[in-house]
């Protein structure tokens, strides 16, 4: 049955609480924003119909109260709840909650929470459909010399991994016997400490190893789709901030077979919404199952810009009981798109978050660029929050295009007064790895360091003193005016700022 809702509160903050709210107007659905003591003045709650206060700025006294999320959305007479990603999104107790409140949860089902939020028990539940698997052992694993012994079959480097949960953490990479068990009781101690429970497994380190990812959809009548495939391998601390799409190492039989698998592993616990399912790609081109994730994710924008899909308008339909309204066969990919975050950390300091004031915030614009973000200048950053302030997004016909594209719009983008990816982005886009599509997951370890940015800033000197020399002598007039050195400081300011 189809029911058109009226109202949807966003269950979420920042850039996410925004695009959702912007798809929920255009739906012609008004929205109720939940905010913290530090967001009281934030972007979201004044682009919502209504905002709802939820406490002080730690999300466990705020974004994590679930029952009083709950409790305000019956107060407002809302129809649907849309978690956004993180906080709630994929917590299988709130969707529950949410169900048993006679409001609808715009995402998957509890039980498809349950089954994918546990990757011991997210693997079980693909094996019959032959998903290729990562060599290791799938099931949980407490005893530190029984685990050595396993370690030890399935031979080093391997890989500890906490079952519960993700963003790297309860991960440590052990590449010698000697090291595994001081490294596996740290992977336990974090993951008791970051989820609740210990259980770790363990599988064959895959060397060279890429992030492929591919955004599927599914409706409550059985049908799923998949929306091809994202590339996100340029990732800090395990945790992605350039993602592209689509992938420049995939053949069309590749992508057939991956998206195959994708979606096979979405029926495997009959998804329904939006969702993505990882793979690890080894340097063959050998893809492994690595894990699902029940809720939308922050690259999504590079699906929509190839696909001209609206995955957040698609979600609420899924939600209000529509059917899928195009099959596999009419999906088609559109050029490439770009993705870089844009947070609040210093590259240069091992991507150490920053806070402060944007004292200066202008953002990109132009053919091809989107901006999703949630901050103005004179704004603060809080401390509380992921450091993500918004997420840059181009596209273009060829894969050449966009990071020219994207190179132009990271020069466009002025931000001042706190410390940003912007810098590492560039960085990217003109390195010879990433513009030959040669990367895994280890290119930051391997290519980047703080002296990488102090280059780019000393050629970018060389130009100004080059530039400094003509204009000196050619404008023989202003000596007449100025000392020689009075002119040459007014010269290289004035050019070191049109560069920056």
Known sequence: MTTKFKKVLIANRGEIAIRVMRACKEMGIRTVAVYSDADRNALHVRYADEAVHLGPPPSKDSYLLGDKIIAEALRLKVDAIHPGYGFLSENANFADAVQKAGLVLIG???DAMRVMGSKLGAKEAVKKFNIPMVPGVNEAITDVKAAKLVAAQVGFPILIKASAGGGGKGMRVVTHEAEFESQMQMAVSEAIAAFGDGAVFIEKYVSKPRHIEFQILGDNYGNIVHLFER???IQRRHQKLVEEAPSCVLTPALRQQMGKAAVDVAKACNYTGAGTVEFL???????YFLEMNT????EHPVTEQITGVDLVKAQVRVAQGEKLWFSQEDLKMNGHSIELRICAEDPANNFLPDIGTLHEYKIPQGFGVRVDDCFEQGMEI?????PMLAKL???ANTREEAMERMSRAIEDYKISGIETTLPFGGFVMKHPKFISGDFDTKFIENYFTAESLNKEATSEETLVGALLAVQLLTQK????QEGPADVAESLWQKNRKRLR
């Not at 007039?477 to 007449?480: D, H, L």
């Open 108 to 110: 998957p089902t509890p």
């Open 231 to 233: 590339e996100c391998s």
């Open 281 to 287: 790609m080894d340097d063959k081109l050998n893809f």
């Open 295 to 298: 809720r939308l994710q922050v």
């Open 382 to 386: 809080p401390i509380y929050y992921d």
């Open 393 to 395: 997004i181009v596209h």
């Open 477 to 480: 007039p202003a000596y007449q």
